[in-house]
């Protein structure tokens, strides 16, 4: 068996990595694509290696022939490699093929050693590797029969998104006995390429293969979870470093400061950020998938009608409240008001103290292994620190910890009659078991002048992707402020059309945060179960646990993500003791395979302490 590697493309998309360089030169984590894929292809005792080459290709070859390479090189060259595409490289290679069995390879590919094992060890003669099709992934996608017979091919320009829980893309990795490359490939290549040109790619060969009564060519479905990605672009770059850094420690840090989007990564599942798994329902979503085109082409309202939107659904006064980009943007709008000494509790969310003053910040840290506090603890510690604001998250985060809402309102009593601002963060008090627990209450606004009540929608809802928040105060003065310290287009049509119909879903917001609660406690009673870590019962939607034996800690997370693909939150950092970590809250059917993985990691630590 032989490799064939197509390197003749000039890698456009990568701008200024390829002005001087071929795009297999391109380094991820120190190692060219090409250097690994060589030494990947040289593990499969293949008899030579034919590199097509193009632009920069005596720079290439000149590379490659410094490199330790023990298998037989050649090269084909591709002169007008700016004038073609694959299907003309792939076809200048063609005698090649009519030689020897056949591994061909796009050079842009980076892989796991497993996925290139498993294809040649498939009895299988002619296999084109799958996967499973992903939103970040371009290029052809195939529609494949129980058999793995492909029923399609389908271009990228064809794609139907309605129907992409059907599709497979190739990854560009094939195999290829040398009688299908001369009975079938080779007579179809240059009958294709003579009809169409030589600006087109060599899948429509195959497409037109897999046409036959026949079938010829099989898929190969990557079925172990191993890991690949084709990097076109800098972020695809960026990406497959986060995925193929071998050191595993730098893996974790690496992926935890990516603070989301890990919907780029497959099979990756996110218990590091926050969600509402039961919300919103496929009815909304269809809803606002009705109306794409037209939040997508027009502008949406501004700050003021927004805050009408906002104002309706809460049951509070336009001249009370105020909609963001994300709590966020309005965190860092009212605290750019606030003047003096500020209250916070440790640990909490980073976003309030990383926009105050830390010599004005005054800090609180229960004296408890639960980090939890009541109202009574928080009087007493800051009643002679002369505080000018407080800043209290509740539920707390991480700690989860919940002060009831009798509670709250005693305290914010307290802050009133010390003349203290008072910034409630109730992101999260909807999951609490309380009923109505909210404090956006137009009475309670209008008694206590002091406190404003901050509200992610993004995470009560399940929405992040729409980046929503509110900030709520009878401080009219103060919201007019902040009012004007934002964009008057500071939220998007999406953002704004959820907060218009949202209202009509509010039974199904019910049944979503009763659902919720009850797979909190069956979360919670389970992770109870697992000998080696400590919960601290939460009120939101996350929980925090504690390893018992605090040294596992960093090694659990390293298998967490390594092994199972799974991201939890590290709480080194905010707690300042090793061993606790925060887990968010999905659906049953996620948490579930989180408690097999921690309990599996857990006991293999334990067992090998």
Known sequence: MQAIILAAGMGRRLKGLTAHNTKCMIKVNGVTLIERMLGQIEKQNVSRIVVVVGYKGEKLKNFIGSLNVNVPIEYVENPVYDKTNNIYSLFLARDKMKQDDTLLFESDIIFEDEIL????????????????????????????????????????????????????????????????????????????????????YYEQVLRVITMLDKPVIRAKRISRGQRWYEIDDIQDLDIAESIFIPNENKKVLLMQGRYGGYWRYPRLLDFSYLVNPYFPPDRLKDEMKANFDKLLTQY??????????????????????????????????L???????????????????????????????????????????????????????????????PSGNYIPKKEMLRFVEWTESKGIRLVVDESFVDFADEPNSTLIDQRILNKYGNLFVMKSISKSYGVPGLRLGVLASGDKEAISK??????????????????????????????????????????EDELDKIEGIRIIPSQANYVMIKVKNGKFAGD??????????????????????????????????????????????????????
Not at 173 to 199: D, R
Not at 356 to 374: A, G, M, Q, W
Not at 596 to 601: Q, T, V
């Open 117 to 200: 094992e498993d294809l040649v060890n498939d009895r299988r003669e002619n296999l084109a590797l799958v996967d499973k099709y992903e939103s970040w992934m371009d290029g052809t996608c195939l529609k494949l029969s129980p058999d793995d017979s492909i029923a399609d091919f389908v271009p990228g320009k064809r794609l139907d998104f309605k129907d992409i829980k059907n599709y497979y893309k190739t990854i560009n990795i094939y195999k290829f006995s040398k009688e299908f490359a001369t009975n079938y490939y080779i007579p179809f290549l240059e009958a294709y390429q003579s009809a169409l040109g030589q600006n087109e």
């Open 300 to 333: 949406p309202s501004g700050l003021r009608v927004n805050s009408l939107l906002a104002a309706k659904n809460f049951g509070v006064s336009i001249d009370d409240i105020v909609v963001g980009n994300g709590a966020s943007e309005l965190i860092k709008a």
């Open 335 to 397: 605290l750019e008001e606030f003047a003096g000494k500020t209250g916070f509790v440790i640990p909490t969310f980073d976003e309030y103290r990383n926009r105050y003053s830390k010599e004005l910040s005054v800090e609180y840290t229960p004296d408890n292994p639960d980090y939890s506090y009541t109202v009574d603890d928080l009087i007493s510690f800051f009643d002679d620190k002369e505080i000018k604001n407080m800043i209290l998250i509740n539920p707390d985060n």
């Open 482 to 523: 902040v009012k004007s310290a934002v964009a008057i287009w500071n939220i998007n049509s999406f953002a704004e059309f959820f907060m218009q119909i949202e209202e009509k879903y509010q039974a199904d917001y019910r049944k979503a945060l009763v659902r919720f609660r009850e797979e909190r406690k069956r979360f």
């Open 556 to 609: 659990l997370l390293k298998r967490l993500l390594i092994k199972h693909d799974m991201l939890i939150k590290d709480l080194t950092l905010k707690t300042k003791s090793s061993g606790y970590m925060r887990i968010a809250i999905r659906d049953t059917h996620d948490n579930d395979a989180l408690l097999k993985a921690l309990e599996e990691e857990v006991s293999y630590m334990n067992n090998n302490a």
